[in-house]
């Protein structure tokens, strides 16, 4: 299987601030890598797909990068709407697999 | 309007069985393939299953040989049946669709519709 990292685990952060979490996987997966935000007690929401194309109707303030082994999810201004848990996900095997999350919350 | 709701979490003891479904509308469950992913209390996401709209079914290792994915194309709903549970298959339970995003000639697949939850407690 195919396992994926995130760091940080958690971040703090105020408003206005520009936010990077990494997500690495353990062999290549090209660019077949999704980011999610889900807030508490909510479903996930996806953001970027393919690892850098942003999802209809999300905020241009995201953005993601990389292939290979190595992305990013880069927040360039942070909104208060945006503190949540960020989950990236592997869709090159078909076991697919989601790293364990980075906690943005309030500085 | 697109949306999976989802139903049948519960109460249930070790070693018992429960079967979780989801009711789509606004597409089609077999033209998509469909996944559940559950969530532990306080934990992250971790992926289930899959049933891709060929038919063929993926699990996790940790569900392997207990669960079983299907759907019924009449009544557009995706199942989740659950045998042998433990204690550590607590959690909420999301269906979710994948969708195919076309960038170039390559196809890459991202779940852009997930279902409100459905929680699943396995307690005695």
């Known amino acids: 299987d195919i396992q994926m990292t995130q760091s940080p685990s958690s971040l703090s952060a105020s408003v206005g601030d520009r936010v990077t979490i990494t997500c690495r996987a353990s062999?290549?997966?090209?660019?077949?890598l999704n980011w999610y935000q889900q807030k508490p007690g909510k479903a996930p929401k996806l953001l970027i797909y393919?690892?850098?194309s942003l999802q209809s109707g999300v905020p241009s303030r995201f953005s993601g990068s990389g292939s290979g082994t190595d992305f990013t999810l880069t927040i360039s201004s942070l909104q208060p709407e945006d503190f949540a848990t960020y989950y990236c996900?592997?869709?090159?095997?078909?076991?697919?697999?989601f790293g364990p999350g980075t906690k943005v919350d309030i500085k | 309007e697109v949306q999976l709701v989802e139903s049948g979490g519960g109460l249930v003891q070790p070693g018992g069985s429960l079967r979780l479904s989801c009711a789509a509308s606004?597409?089609?469950?077999?033209?998509?393939?469909m996944s559940w992913v559950r969530q532990a209390p306080g934990k992250g996401l971790e992926w289930v299953s899959v049933?891709?709209?060929?038919?063929?079914?993926y699990y996790a290792d940790s569900v392997k040989g207990r669960f079983t994915i299907s759907r019924d194309n009449s009544k557009n709903t995706l199942y989740l049946q659950m045998n042998s549970l433990r204690a550590e298959d607590t959690a909420v339970y999301y269906c979710?669709?994948?969708?195919?995003?076309?960038?170039?000639?390559?196809?890459?697949?991202?779940?852009?519709?997930w279902g409100q939850g459905t929680m699943v407690t396995v307690s005695s």
């Open positions: 049933i891709y709209s060929g038919g063929s079914t």
């Open positions: 062999q290549s997966i090209s660019s077949y």
């Open positions: 996900q592997q869709s090159y095997s078909t076991l697919i697999t």
């Open positions: 979710a669709r994948a969708v195919a995003m076309v960038r170039g000639v390559i196809r890459y697949d991202a779940f852009d519709i």
């Open positions: 606004g597409f089609t469950v077999s033209s998509n393939y």
């Open positions: 393919a690892a850098s």
